[in-house]
Nanobody
Framework: QVHLAYSGEGEAQAGGSLRFSCEAS????????MGWFRQSPGKEREGVAS????????LYAVSVKGRFTISQDNAKNTLYLQMNTLKPEDTAMYYC????????????????WGQGTQVTVPS
């Protein structure tokens, strides 16, 4: 029910930028908490950013705060993740996800997932 797409290439140099988008139904945006997650081999899937219903509040992982921005366009049923000042440690598989309103930004709380896409930032 959640579809993931991205603009541009999935690889960028350190200091560069990428933008990802995630299409979802109106039902999803009106009833679910939306977020972006990422996972590297051998590591736990971690929350990157999330946005409340209506976009009133946003939450970011400490590692990306000030560099990444989550936003949504309800008219287009689309969620975005703008990633600036990329670092090698941002290299991971990224996922768009939806979960019940009121849950924590942890993977176990999100039941709907996009297919994921690779981001690579060389050292």
């Amino acid at each position: 029910q959640v579809h993931l797409a991205y603009s541009g290439e999935g690889e960028a140099q350190a200091g560069g930028s990428l933008r990802f988008s995630c299409e979802a139904s109106l039902y999803t945006y009106s009833t679910y908490y939306m977020g972006w997650f990422r996972q590297s081999p051998g590591k736990e899937r971690e929350g990157v950013a999330s946005i409340s219903v209506g976009g009133v509040r946003t939450l970011y992982a400490v590692s990306v705060k000030g560099r990444f921005t989550i936003s949504q366009d309800n008219a287009k049923n689309t969620l975005y993740l703008q990633m600036n000042t990329l670092k090698p440690e941002d290299t991971a598989m990224y996922y768009c996800a939806a979960g019940p309103v009121g849950v924590k930004m942890v993977a176990a709380s999100f039941g709907y997932w996009g297919q994921g896409t690779q981001v690579t930032v060389p050292s």
